[in-house]
């Protein structure tokens, strides 16, 4: 783990405590993007420990839920941490629900620490981890949360007020998911085949690049630049998200990159 460790910008804590762990996620989220371009690249995405660790750390790519927080438990597991898988249904327009299996957040304890939600494969989410045992407001950078227990003992995360999802509490496997991370990878009506984005967080904000429009955000502030010719676009990912690659994945539409 200590590649994995290096990857981030990260030093082996000295204990799995609560400052570490707000540490830990903080740099994943600066170093590893959220991203989908194995999709359009034809690449399978293999949910297997092994396979998940070598991605963010051998070939330093990203990836989305599955990958990001599959491999982060791994680290987390190596670091003394208890980790456990939870799924979550993601809130869609007016508060609907998807269906289950369809995220992956981690539940994360240390000694005398914890409950502590994790998530470092929503996008724009919690810089920091957020408590679970907590009925009220949590304050972070990127919002205001509030965990709510439902009627049948789900917890409800929201953000600024807004439903982002609903955890189980019941433990789960990586092999639970492959279901739905085939389904994403596959459907039509899947968000990931209907559309490429590679995003990550920045000391001052974030940058996402979205097919060829490169969005860069420093506090309300919000650029957008059209990038020409596929050697810029190329040039872009190496450069703002450090991932480099032979060819441009294909388009969601089915053309070229």
């Known amino acids: 783990m200590d590649g994995y ?14 400052e570490s762990l707000r540490e830990l996620q903080l740099l994943h989220l600066l170093s590893v993007p959220f991203e989908n371009l194995s999709i359009h690249l034809g690449e399978p995405v293999v949910l297997d420990d092994q ?34 898988l939870l799924s979550a249904q993601v809130a869609g327009d007016g508060g609907s629900l998807g269906p ?15 409950p502590w939600l994790v998530d470092v494969g929503f996008g724009r ?3 920091h981890p ?7 407001d949590q304050p972070d950078p990127g919002g205001t949360f509030r965990v709510v227990e439902t009627a049948e003992g789900d917890l409800d995360v929201l953000k600024d007020g807004v439903l982002e999802y609903r955890l189980e509490q019941r433990p789960r496997v990586l092999a639970d998911f492959e279901p739905t991370c085939w389904w994403h990878q596959t459907s039509p009506a899947s968000h990931f085949t209907q559309s490429l984005v590679c995003s990550l967080l920045t000391e001052r904000g974030r940058v996402t690049l979205n097919d060829r429009l490169l969005v ?8 957008e630049r059209h990038l020409d010719g596929d050697a810029a676009t190329l040039a872009a990912y190496r450069d703002h998200f450090g991932v480099e690659l032979t060819r441009l994945p294909a388009a969601p539409g089915g053309s070229d990159g």
């Open 5 to 18: 460790l290096k990857r981030i910008g990260a030093t082996r804590p000295a204990q799995p405590d609560a």
């Open 216 to 223: 860069e955000t420093v506090g309300d502030d919000r650029r």
């Open 130 to 136: 957020l408590r679970l045992d907590v009925r009220t």
């Open 125 to 127: 989410f919690s810089h």
């Open 100 to 114: 289950p299996l369809a995220h992956v957040a981690l539940r994360v304890n240390g000694p005398g620490s914890g």
């Open 51 to 84: 396979a998940l660790v070598e991605k963010v750390v051998d070939r330093r790519r990203g990836g989305f839920c599955y990958e990001l927080n599959g491999a982060f438990a791994v680290l987390l597991r190596s670091l003394g941490y208890q980790v456990a």
